[in-house]
């Protein structure tokens, strides 16, 4: 492979992994005597390798790094892909996965291989916090949860068995910070594995490798594919937390990605760096005029000047993302009429989409959040969250602004 010479986001985005293109058998065999390598990395889209003799076949199970085996072991299609992710995250090396939990699931089970306890933001994606609230305690890990928008919090819950520190920023949906930086030290400090989910942020808006933190998490579903047509994660680290995480519990819980979907998820992420400005641009010119609305009774977007960490943000982030939440002063039946109103933003789940989504955390993403958590942690029944797209933004502020006159207030 020839010397990396680019270090832009948008060049890496497009080129970073693509030198992978060609399988190692084309060149071995020899196929066909006509030049040219695809431009786009083709799909193999295939469960099996074959060999020409014992001896190659016997020496790829010693040596993994010499060949592909079989497509939960690895595929070219798949490795184009995780050569990408671990560039634009800075990382070592990188493991894509067959949804964002099953980078989730990984991740943890190989920091929590030998048992251990887990110290983790409150606010979590609903299926990670259920993960860690109810799954791995059957299996003898425990988790404390804090507000790990302050680092005392998390330092203080740490145990002598503390094996992870578990975080998002910003998290889902109520967008609160966590200083990446702070955490990260704390957790080496204590020699504890750090993992982020990256997911709102993507690897152009956040860092998180370059603060310190050991290890990055993606639901590639969101922002990276950006076309809302896959499921898929990810996970970036140093090589020896991948390796670990590939040969142990990638292979044998078996969460792995079809070639197709690495695939379609390539095709998104050259778009991803013009995508994220675009989704930044829109994003603050909506929450600024939703915080001027009289229905609605408070924004909440890291790029405001009224987020309560927008210092925080500016110091981390490189933009603040498409993600905005809302409280409106008509809470749970306002909130209906909002969403049976608009025409052009949709109702659904998911975020990081071309299109604009709308929805109702208490009622869909963290229905299965017990009540009394999302009180706490702030999730109450009149919010509702945003995902902004990539439509004209006057066209956004229209139909927002036409559903939020239609609530009485
Ligand atoms: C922050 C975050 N992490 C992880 C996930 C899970 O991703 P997936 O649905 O790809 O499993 C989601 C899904 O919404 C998410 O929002």
Known sequence: MKNKIYKGKSTEAIHAG????????????????????????????????????????????????????????????????????????AGESALVTASGMGAVSIALLTALAEGGHVVAMETLYSATYNLLSEDLPRMGIETTFVDAT???????????????????????????????????????????????????????????????IDVVLHSMTKYLSGNGAVIAGAIIGDKDFIVRA???????????????????????????????????????????????????????????????????????????????????KGGHAAGETLVNQLQICSLAVSLGD??????????????????????QTGITDGLVRFSIGLEDTEDIIADLGQALDAISI
């Open 18 to 89: 693509e030198s992978l293109t060609t399988h190692p058998s084309d060149a071995q065999e020899d196929q066909s005597e006509k030049s040219g390598i695809p431009l786009l990395p083709p799909i193999y889209q295939n469960s099996t390798f074959r060999f020409s003799s014992a001896d190659e076949c016997a020496s790829a199970f010693i040596d993994e790094e010499s060949g592909y085996v079989y497509t939960r072991w690895g595929n070219p299609t798949q490795q184009v892909l995780e050569e990408k992710l671990a560039v634009l995250e």
């Open 354 to 375: 071309a299109r604009t989504l709308v929805c109702h955390p208490a009622s869909t993403t963290h229905s299965h959040v017990p009540a009394e958590v999302r009180q």
């Open 246 to 328: 590939k040969k142990g519990a990638l292979r044998n819980f078996g969460a792995v990605i079809s070639p197709f979907n690495a695939w379609l998820t390539l095709l998104g992420i050259p778009t991803l760096p013009l995508r994220w400005t675009r989704h930044c641009e829109n994003a603050i010119c909506i929450a600024t005029f939703l915080e001027q609305h009289p229905a609605v009774a408070w924004v909440r977007y890291p790029g405001l000047d009224s987020h309560p960490q927008h210092e925080l943000a500016k110091r981390q982030m490189n933009g603040f993302g498409g993600i905005i939440t809302m409280e409106l």
């Open 150 to 212: 302050d680092p005392n919090k998390v330092e203080y819950a740490i145990r002598p068995d503390t094996k992870v520190i578990y975080i998002e920023s910003p998290t889902n949906p109520l967008l609160k910070l966590v200083d990446l930086a702070a955490c990260a030290e704390i957790a080496k400090k204590h020699n504890i594995t750090s993992i982020i989910d990256n997911t709102f942020a993507t690897p152009c808006g956040q860092q998180p490798i370059a603060c310190g």
